[in-house]
């Protein structure tokens, strides 16, 4: 093992290399920043990338001159995305983990916790990825040890033997502030009310998620499996209301692939021996979400068709997410004994100029879940549960909960798709 300065990391970097920079919880922040400054270095360079949005940091990847291979499009990303510079590859969650596991790499990047007595060092606030590459003897392994990241009592860890080479850093984890609004909290409450004491939930990233788990106060005994757990999970932890007692695997325990929100949830976490941050072949592996019964996925997204299909990841025409794992905990959740599929969004967008509830998916919009793939659609204006319904009742269904200026429109468009 040989120690390095951020600033040396790059002398490792060679034309043609292929290289994994795990993103997210695990983000190089120190070693990225150095990268950002020294275009020479990353030149001719393949990365692969596993960015997240709203907490990546802008000096991480796409570096100058180099290509980027990236299963999400973030802003930053968006001028070497329309350059061709950044390659997009749509993949769901479950399945970026095969893709890292398989893929060719010449080197790999992420960050860890400095080596406790026994020369462990652990994860951090999230497992995610990338143990998909620490079980590759054959990746060499630049680890950043940053003394700043919280270790969690039910993290994975490595031996510091595993890596080649460490640079040391001391920088603040990333953190994700919640927010919310009236729309959001009224969605929140009708999802609440479909939710039953002692269901297992999944919840997302963003207002409706985040508000949804703050109308579930008033429940008993929720069990929680997801790929993110978040400051309103610790609030309904501390509450008694997230037990995982009836959950029928994993019983009492809080299953996340990260930890992410404030320092306080990262104080928390710190000291909660109730979380076991597992990697992504189990947290969204579509098998493991069907043996927990009553399983309910909570995702949110850009826009639905009145055919159920679901796009999250482009708005008008553009590229702004990825594919994510919501499609996992969707196909899961149907799977699971008394699972259900929740998709929630806001029924407008642009200040109400735009329905979000659209008679078709528009041809540069692909389809992000399958119309199979959802059982119930909230907005502000109501449910619908299209659970074993024609084509034309589901129509009726999704157009009842879009906005009312946009109703007449959306009928006279599903008569002409009925034709």
């Known amino acids: 093992m040989k120690k390095l300065a951020p600033d040396q990391v790059g002398a490792l970097l060679r034309p043609g290399m292929k290289v994994a920079v795990l993103g997210g919880c695990n983000e190089p922040r120190g070693i990225a920043a150095a990268l950002h400054d020294q275009p020479e270095a990353t030149a001719g360079v393949e990365f692969t990338v596993t960015r997240i949005p709203g907490i990546a940091s802008p000096t991480l990847a796409p570096w100058a001159g180099s290509t980027v291979r990236s299963f999400f499009v973030t802003p930053e990303m968006r001028a070497g995305f329309e350059a061709g510079s950044v390659r997009f590859v749509p993949m769901q969650y479950r399945h970026v983990w095969d893709d890292l596991a398989a893929a060719s790499f010449d080197l790999a990047i992420a960050q860890f916790t400095p080596p406790d007595g026994n020369g462990d060092c652990s994860l951090g606030i999230g497992a995610g990825f990338l143990p998909a590459l620490l079980e590759r003897p054959e990746v060499p392994f630049v680890a950043e040890w940053n003394s700043s990241l919280p270790r969690l009592p039910g993290a994975p860890t490595v031996q510091s033997a595993r890596f080649d080479y460490v640079v040391e850093t001391d920088i603040e984890p990333p953190t994700l502030a919640s927010r919310s609004g009236p729309v959001a909290e009224r969605i929140g409450a009708l999802v609440a009310e479909l939710i039953r ?47 995982g007692g009836r959950k029928t695997i994993d019983e009492g325990r809080l299953v996340a692939a990260m930890v992410l929100g404030s320092p306080r949830l990262y104080d928390w976490a710190s000291r909660c021996d109730l979380i076991d941050l597992r990697t992504v072949d189990y947290t969204h592996d579509v098998g493991v979400i069907a043996r927990l019964d009553n399983f309910v996925a909570l995702n949110s997204a850009v826009e639905v068709d009145l055919f159920g299909q679901v796009n999250s990841e482009i708005v008008r025409g553009r590229q702004i997410s990825g594919t994510g794992g919501a499609v996992d905990f969707m196909r899961g959740a149907r799977m699971s004994a008394g699972g259900r599929s929740i998709v929630a969004l806001e029924a407008t967008a642009g200040g109400g100029r735009f329905s979000r509830i659209v008679p078709a998916l528009p041809i540069a919009h692909a389809a992000t879940a399958l119309r199979t793939d959802a059982d119930i659609f909230v907005t502000e204006h109501g449910v619908a549960d299209v659970r074993g319904l024609d084509m034309a009742e589901r129509a009726r269904r999704l157009i009842a909960i879009a906005a009312p200026r946009f109703r007449e429109e959306l009928e006279e468009r599903a008569r002409q798709l009925s034709r």
């Not at 508000?211 to 932890?237: I, K, P, T, Y």
């Open 197 to 243: 004491d002692g269901d297992c939930i999944e919840t997302g990233v963003g207002a409706i998620p985040g508000a949804v788990l703050a109308a579930l106060h008033g429940h008993r005994d929720l069990g929680f499996h997801s790929g993110l757990l978040s400051d309103g999970v610790m609030d309904l932890v501390e509450a008694g209301v997230v037990t």
